[in-house]
């Protein structure tokens, strides 16, 4: 079992950014593939970044790939996403998820076990 909780979230300004933390409690953090998802008002769940469970590989959605970066510290069970030059079409509900090893950079939410609450992030134009 492990328990997600995402913080940093907020307003800004297009150009702006901002950085997501994930804090992760329970068994064998380390183990899992950590992946950022987001949703905006009345569209689906879409995959935004993911990192392996040692954090040697990354994978990013076409939209983000360039402006925003994923990471993670183990030690400290935490997985980040840095997001730079934000753009209005990047508002939503951001949600840090962990799945198994095995699923390691899968852009399928059906994968992931664990879920944050989620945690707003709305750019203005």
């Known amino acids: 079992q492990v328990q997600l909780v995402e913080s940093g979230g907020g307003l800004v300004q297009a150009g702006g950014s901002l950085r997501l933390s994930c804090a992760a409690s329970?068994?064998?953090?380390?183990?899992?593939?950590m992946g950022w998802f987001r949703q905006a008002l009345g569209k689906e769940r879409e995959f935004v970044a993911a990192i392996s469970w040692r954090g040697g590989s990354t994978w990013y959605a076409d939209s983000v790939r360039g402006r925003f970066t994923i990471s993670r510290d183990n030690a400290k069970n935490t997985v980040s996403l840095q997001m730079n030059s934000l753009k209005p079409e990047d508002t939503a509900v951001y949600y840090c998820a962990a799945a198994p090893p095995y699923y390691s950079g899968s852009i399928y939410d059906t994968n992931y076990d664990y879920w944050g609450q989620g945690t707003q992030v709305t750019v203005s134009s």
């Open positions: 329970g068994h064998s953090f380390s183990s899992y593939t």
